[in-house]
């Protein structure tokens, strides 16, 4: 009865886990959503923008003070030149950018490669379009991106790579070199690179994030997608953007129109206060983040969980080989919110091979100090109780 593209597939683990959550009433480090709300003026200006009438639909491509907006960003902090009228177009989340791109660029046959661990919604959003994903792993315990096996991914059905930076789950921030290799490969083999920067201002330690577009020749492949759910704590907002040269913004614009028709118009006029935050707003977030992560490091090292500190956004992927757990990443994602009322996602439902992931949990980190320490004094039972 229903369609062969969805054989295989099943409900989003990481919304599971939080239903989970929600059922078992515990302190949800699974979905990766902040507690805490988006900035007081940009509330505001949502108010403001149903107050005065912006409860119509934007024109598809989005409101046109959002996409300056988006332009400016992108020519302020890396030089990159987009035409709002052009080259940008506002969508429902990045979720909806990655998918109209994917759209309007795949055929049955072609394979899209995917670099793994990856966010859940990649492998669906390839094999809606008939095409299919080719994984790619990162490894433990640095997720650098090994370009020899990346090379052995590329053939001549390969269509288009999809490249998160800073990388959810494992916190990788691709360097310089990596993105040049990338750019090499994508030019040899006339593949488009669509990018995820949804983490873009969430970094570490000074480090910086590099827009893969800003790589010498990879603007005229790339579809740069960001979105404002993580930098704005607004994740229910749905907004996101996808920045690309003419043909390739025509080709996804074409998607989006006919499936979306545009995002939410008062959030997208209020985010227009978002994007024009002073630079303090950033300088902050970074902050507060360090120092969330140093407590999620802490609670993971107290409870003897091994894992990498993130070079960048806002999740650990933490072993627990250590633990005389009886069971598998799954069974411990299921016997957490139960017996110790803390949500976490297995982190073999970010793999798409077969095995991989088994020995790790996720841990999402975007909560008030007092949730992460009181997330620890709950995990920290279990240490006491071994
Ligand atoms: C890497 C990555 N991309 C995309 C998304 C979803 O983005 P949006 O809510 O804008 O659709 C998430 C959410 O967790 C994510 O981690």
């Known amino acids: 009865m229903f369609a062969q593209r969805l ?22 480090l699974s979905q990766g959503f902040p507690d805490f709300g988006p900035p007081p003026e940009v509330i505001t200006a949502a108010h403001r923008a149903l107050d005065e009438g912006a409860n119509q639909y934007t024109i598809t491509w989005g409101n046109p003070a959002l996409r300056q907006a988006i332009a400016a960003k992108m020519a302020r902090l890396y030089g990159l030149d987009f035409d709002p009228d052009k080259h940008v177009t506002v969508t429902c989340g990045v979720t909806e950018a990655i998918a109209a791109t994917l759209m309007s660029l795949c055929n049955p046959g072609d394979e899209v490669i995917i670099i793994e661990p990856f966010h859940e919604g990649y492998a669906p959003a390839v094999t809606f379009t008939g095409a299919s ?88 492949r790339t579809v740069t997608i960001g979105g404002l759910g ?43 206060t978002a994007l024009n935050l002073p630079d303090d707003y950033y300088t902050q977030l970074k902050r507060d983040y360090a120092e969330r992560r140093a407590l999620m490091m802490k609670i993971l090292d107290d409870i003897g969980l091994a894992a990498q500190p993130p070079q960048g956004a806002y999740y650990v992927m933490a072993d ?45 980190f975007a909560k008030k100090i007092e949730t992460l320490q009181a997330a620890g004094e709950r995990l920290r039972r279990r240490v006491q109780d071994v």
């Open 133 to 220: 994903p080719r994984f790619v792993a990162l490894e433990a315990p640095d997720y650098a991106l090994d370009l020899e096996r990346l090379r052995a991914a590329f053939n001549q059905n390969t269509k288009a790579i999809i490249l998160n930076t800073p990388h959810n789950p494992t916190g990788h921030v691709f360097t310089r070199a990596e993105l040049e290799g990338v750019a090499a490969l994508c030019d040899a083999f006339d593949v488009a690179l669509i990018t995820d920067e949804i983490y873009e201002f969430i970094v570490y330690d000074g480090r910086a994030h590099i827009p893969p577009a800003t790589i010498p020749g990879l603007a005229e």
């Open 7 to 28: 054989s295989g597939m099943r409900e989003s683990f990481i919304r599971e886990m939080t239903r989970l959550a929600i059922q078992h009433q515990t302190i949800n």
């Open 320 to 364: 627990f080989s250590g633990w005389a757990f009886d069971g598998d990443d799954f069974d411990l994602a299921r016997w957490l919110p139960q017996h110790l009322g803390v949500s976490v996602v297995p982190g073999s439902a970010f793999f798409g091979t077969p095995d991989m992931g088994t020995n790790l949990i996720r841990f999402a």
């Open 230 to 272: 993580k930098t704005y704590a607004a994740t229910g907002w749905r907004l996101g953007y996808a920045c690309a040269p003419a043909a390739l913004s025509t080709a996804l614009r074409t998607v989006h129109d006919f499936t979306t028709i545009c995002a939410a118009a008062p959030l997208q006029a209020a985010a227009v």
